[in-house]
């Protein structure tokens, strides 16, 4: 078994001042309002959270929307990271990503 | 009476009589035989009732009229100057031909009333060929930012002793005067800089203001750098681009090098603070925010040509973030940080990363996007995932059509440059669009689409632009019909109502897509005419339908399920640009068998273009014509075949040219039979809420009457023509259409 040392949750594109949860298995673990991607690095925020323990499900709430990605922390190597965007017509995608370089 | 803007002909220099013995009309930049320009009369522009009649020169204050007049000032640069300055001989003879000194450049005017900020593009480094400037009102002490404008593409006029460049303007404000005609004597690389003298004109020659504007700097615009660096990090000085493959020429580039090649100077204002920091200190947004209200010593909350750039190590974000600008909080992109972490090994890469780090936070500042987040602006551009540019990412890189993409691919062709239209953006974007402090990031973050579709500051022009879709809500596969209204609300020349329809030029569409990207619709079929203009006015409404589904450039525009966003802009005679409301169209996915079908059948290459030209016989497009017959015999009854039995029955009605290889003409006739079953099913689906939209059911009506008419057929055509205004009546058609369909 390898071990996971993060989990990041990046919101990326499309966010405007919106209210958005992450919640793991149902809970809620990070909650926001006023979120809106600084689109000089396309990004909103990297939500940081602990690796959890067992396969969860991840899911992003944003506008009444939702969408989810299952992660096993208990497999993985490194950092888990997912990214979360909303295109321009409001569509909610929540995807595995790896760290891209940024400007 | 009051100067209400600067390109009237009581704005500006009176410098009418000396101008009328010089200058050429303003028409023979634009057409020929030339003829004299009316020039307004001296006593007129003096007018002692004018409340910002111009001063006698003696009179002027010398004051800095901009933060950027008071760095020229701070940096002992005098432009004062003598209004048409002549250009001091040459002495002696001169055995070779000398250079001549570059036109190009910015100039100022002197603060008569407004103050000009002239920028003349036509030569020297990338010329882009345009024209733009900024005015400031001058009142007492005080200067306000009043109106920026541009002209996109301009025509030059170069003879021996002056360059005359012309070309039509776009503004901020509302006005008639909107032809701008710069001359500018021409002189030796040795002599002073001459000045640029412009003058406005209305479309039909009528002369407005006169400004004379001294030579200032060869520099577009002049912006002022301050650096300061964390403990520890080196900053970046300079790079040889010639050290790694690279796609332009070899040269030692430093962050204002590269500002300087694109036409903006870069002033370093030196000072560069160290910033201490703990060991392992990562900022974040807001304490780089921090930072800089602390540490930029010319930071101010308000506009101004000022950047503060700080040489940081790391940012909680990641090893990944290079750089970031993070000035997002009240007036935007004063600030933007590079991070040093992963790149400071000294190595050729890391020198090249940093150079690009630097030029590309710099660019975000000027209110550039990334080149593949152009869609996410407001409003919205297509995104240049292709570009070799500063502003790409060299990861995202993707050139197209096959060929290799990303970061190998960038760098091997990456010519250390801004692409055209972000440097059309930097030179002359207007002046809120780029300066710093000045609009949010990303709104007229380009200026090539964007300018056109921003909401005007002021629209005094007393027309509006009305869109909206036949179909707010339909299913995916059904054809997209716009109906675009133009409203005259004071009598005024306008487009004729069919000169409305895209096909013609006038009126341009850009469509938001929910796969991201936006369409700048270029319909297939493109029809040149000459404007025919027509009075209206009393808010006299000139609606036209057009289908809008495909494009020559995309093809099928709405083929994905999803939110659909459109706005379109007109040109109206005097140049001026009316910005339509935004409509949108939701396009939701099949339900049934049927649906699919059709809509597959109706989605196809070849079925847009048929339904484009309203049917053909061409073989080249039977493939779609056969989907439209389809349609047509298995799905009579579905929704979406009233728009297939439009384009056969439109077809039918008219005759077919065929040329066959060996250049025989055949004419195929009308089949009025046919069109009568298949237009008339169309439209008699259409007389109430469904179907049709009502502007194409009058268009088919007519179209078969007249094609009755062409067949001798006279009492059919009568009664159709009847039928149809009948018709129009009982739905309140305003004037326009129902006196199209009397004609």
Known sequence: ?103 | MTIMEPNAPVAGENLALDLEKTTESAAAGMAEPPTEATTQPAEQAADPSAAAAPPAFEELPTMPATAEDAVRQVNGHDTAIEPAAPVAPIPGPVPFPLPRRQASGRYRSRPLGYQLELRVDVDGKRPLRKLSGDYYAISGSTVTYFGSWTVDAVKVTTTSSTITVVGTARTTWSTTFTVAKVTIPRAMIFQPAPPATLRWFTSSGAAGATYVCGWESAAFRTVELEQDCETGVTPFASYDTGSLTSGGAARTLSTAGAYDEAGVQMLDTGGANVINTPAGHQWTNASLHHAMQAHFTRWQERPQYKIWLLHARAHEYGTGLRGIMFDQQGLQRQGCASFYQMISSGSAQDKREQLYVNVHELGHCFNLYHSFHKSYMNPPLPNRPGSLSWMNYPQNYNPGSGAPGGPAAFWAAFPFQFDNLELAHLRHGFRNSVIMGGNPFGTGAALEVTDEYLDRVSDTSGLRLRIAPAQPRSLLGTPTVLEISLIAERTQQVHERDQLHPKFGFVHLAISRPRGDVVAHQPPVRHCVDPELVLSGHDAKLPVSAYIGYDAGVGQIFEDPGTYRIRASYAAPDGTIIVSNTATVRVVAPRTRADEEVGELLLGEQAGMALTLLGSDSPYLAEGTDALETVVAAHAEHPSAVYAQLALGMNAARPFTDVDAAGNVNVRGRDLVRADALLGAAIDSSRGSEGLDDLTVYQAMDYLASSHAAEGDDTTARAMRDDAAQLAESKNEPDSVRRSLEE
């Open chain 1, 1 to 103: 078994m390898t071990e996971t040392s993060s989990l990041a949750v990046e919101l990326a594109e499309g966010f405007a001042d919106d209210e958005v949860a992450v919640l793991v298995d149902g809970e809620q673990v990070w909650h926001r309002t006023g979120v809106t991607t600084n689109y000089s690095v396309g990004l909103a925020d990297v939500v940081h959270l602990p690796p959890p323990p067992h396969e969860a499900t991840v899911e992003v709430r944003v506008r009444g929307k939702a969408d989810t990605q299952r992660v096993d922390a208990t497999s993985a190597a490194g950092e888990i990271r997912l990214r979360a965007r909303l295109d321009p017509a409001g569509s909610l995608a929540l995807a595995e990503a790896t760290e891209e370089t940024r400007y």
